[in-house]
């Protein structure tokens, strides 16, 4: 690393782009991972987890370099925020032009353009031509908090309906509506009142007819607002249009709308939370825009700002006018820094029509996911948008969840140089989210890396 960095700053700081190619050099981690990452377990939090624990040197289109030389391809994009890449040109552009310029200022404090360009590009991208108004912050779990302090000074109403296998933050009232306890929840109590929870129609797992998923789950979700806690008494639903961290989940056609229309029925407001899925990943904008949906407020963060923290709730112009001024903000909300970052992923967005990419990168690699659903008994179900597309590991010949099964591909993925994701509210779902800028010849390799995986680990004896 030491050397390259050299190099790098011989070329006048210029740190060029990796290969776009995987090399597995040394075992993963290798030497100087693994001597970095004991240094990690003495200074750092047991807290904090880590997927892969390797030490990244740079990263860029589809591929991480990591200190020993290793190029691996992401299809994790640092959990769906690097859809342009994690040095898209754009954005390294506008960060190192803002930076010089000044860092922050604080926006309650003194103003600065890129926080309202932000603001109305989000109002221009977003679903619904109604007149709309935006607030920015730092996470995604405080554009949750913010959206349910928005939508109950509102409505004036205290509750709020979250769902089975939600996933909205770690924050005190992000993990509370949360569905999965461990590791979100667990021992972390007492939790924020007023949440109540709704089944989500989980086609797969369904009890039933799956065909009736989003009609009975809409009806259990009626009779819990309507009998349970007062349809007066609710500001918002909360929703994921796709589950994200809860398993790829997507919702049967309908279900979205029949939610609209309930919330609409009894002032309630429909919120999206777009975090996970907005800007391009699953094929559209938002995931909203597949059921053609408009809600009344909707979060985003991750994507959003290229890789730099920034989060957002846009939401009707009334409603997001309801709150005084000074009941939003944030020292950080909205950083100057980030709000170039965000233009410039923006930018990227539209310019390289990346919507159309995110569908082309399904057309690729869902075929392939399909094919491995019929040959191996291991996967369940295949599903997902765009590039936002799921494995679910189960039993052969049952849906019993295999969690220990997902661990194994993933870890079989990681040694060959893929870097994926488990999640799933029974920790069995294998979850692809490539960077939207990755390179058709990477995808298809990181894809028959996860292919030998599922493939040898049948016929591993004893595993399953
Ligand atoms: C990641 C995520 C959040 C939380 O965002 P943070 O930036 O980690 O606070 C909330 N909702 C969804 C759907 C997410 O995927």
Not at 387 to 416: F, N, Q, S
Request: hydrophobic share 40%; proline share 7%.
């Amino acid at each position: 690393m030491p050397d390259e960095r050299q190099a790098g700053a011989a070329r006048g700081g210029c740190v060029e782009a990796p290969e776009q190619r995987r090399i597995v050099r040394t075992a993963i981690p290798g030497p100087r991972s693994t001597q970095l990452h004991k240094r990690r377990q003495a200074s750092i939090t047991d807290g904090f987890g880590v997927t892969l624990p390797v030490f990244v040197e740079r990263a860029g289109g589809g591929i991480i370099v990591d200190v020993d030389g290793n190029h691996l391809i992401d299809l994790a994009s640092g959990i769906a925020v690097t859809s342009v890449g994690a040095a898209a040109p754009a954005v390294v552009e506008r960060v190192r032009e803002q930076t010089e310029r000044f860092t922050h200022t604080c926006f309650m404090v003194t103003e600065y353009d890129g926080f309202v360009e932000v603001a109305e590009a989000l109002n221009r991208l977003t679903p619904g031509d109604h007149p709309k108004k935006t607030a920015l912050f730092t996470t995604g779990a405080e554009a949750v908090e913010n959206a349910v302090k928005i939508a109950r000074t509102a409505t004036r109403r205290p509750a709020v309906i979250v769902l089975d296998h939600a996933y909205h933050g770690r924050t005190l009232l992000t993990m509370t509506m949360t569905a999965k306890n461990v590791p979100y929840k667990d021992g972390f109590g007492p939790y924020a009142p007023e949440v109540y929870r709704a089944p989500f129609p989980y086609p797969y797992r369904w009890p039933g007819c799956s065909r009736h998923a989003a009609e009975q789950a809409l009806d259990r979700l009626k009779d819990i607002v309507l009998s349970q806690v007062g349809a007066d008494r609710v500001a918002a639903i909360v929703v994921e249009p796709i589950q994200g961290e809860g398993g790829f989940i997507v919702p049967p056609p309908g279900y979205l709308s029949g939610l609209q229309e309930f919330a609409r029925a009894h002032g309630i407001l429909l919120v999206a939370d777009e975090i996970q899925t907005g800007f391009a990943r699953t094929g559209d904008m938002f995931a909203c825009g597949h059921e053609g949906i408009v809600p009344d407020l909707i979060c985003t963060a991750k994507a959003l700002g290229g890789g730099m923290p920034l989060s957002a709730v846009t939401g009707r112009a009334e409603l997001m006018d309801a709150v005084p001024a000074g009941g939003l903000g944030g020292t950080y909300a909205g950083n100057p820094v980030a709000c170039a970052a965000a233009l410039g992923a923006l930018e990227t967005i539209e310019q390289e029509n990346l919507v159309e990419r995110a569908r082309t990168i399904e057309a690729l690699v869902m075929p392939r996911l399909r094919d491995l659903e019929k040959t191996s008994p291991v996967v369940g179900d295949v599903r997902g948008r765009g590039a936002m597309l799921a494995l679910e590991l189960v039993r052969p010949g049952t849906t019993d969840p295999a969690p220990d099964v997902a661990k194994d591909i993933a870890a079989r993925c990681h040694a060959d140089g893929v870097v994926v994701l488990v999640c799933g509210t029974y920790g069995n779902v294998i979850r692809m989210l490539p960077p939207l800028v990755i390179d058709d010849a990477l995808l298809l390799d990181a894809l028959s890396v996860l292919e030998s995986s599922v493939r040898e680990h049948v016929v591993t004896p004893g595993t399953c």
